[in-house]
């Protein structure tokens, strides 16, 4: 019983920590934040979302607090660049 409640806050602590270091999408420059550099992603398939996904776990992964898509294109293979920014 206790592994199953320690397993329980562990979950629950990790998820908490994830949503505080997420990223959030802007569509202009966020006003009292500077740019902080580039990061890119690509895709094995056509889905945008999953793009997005991608370039906002690396954002994440950098220590932004948000970021620009400022690219993408492709077919059956996305790729795109967003500016991030701390």
Known sequence: MKNLTKAFAVIALTTASFATFAAT????APV?????GMVSASTNNSDLGTLQDKLAAKAAKEGASSYRIISA??????YGTAEIYK
Request: glycine share 20%; net charge negative; hydrophobic share 20%.
């Open 25 to 28: 999408e802007v569509n202009s």
């Open 32 to 36: 009292g934040q500077q740019s902080a």
């Open 73 to 78: 294109g492709g077919e059956n293979h996305m």
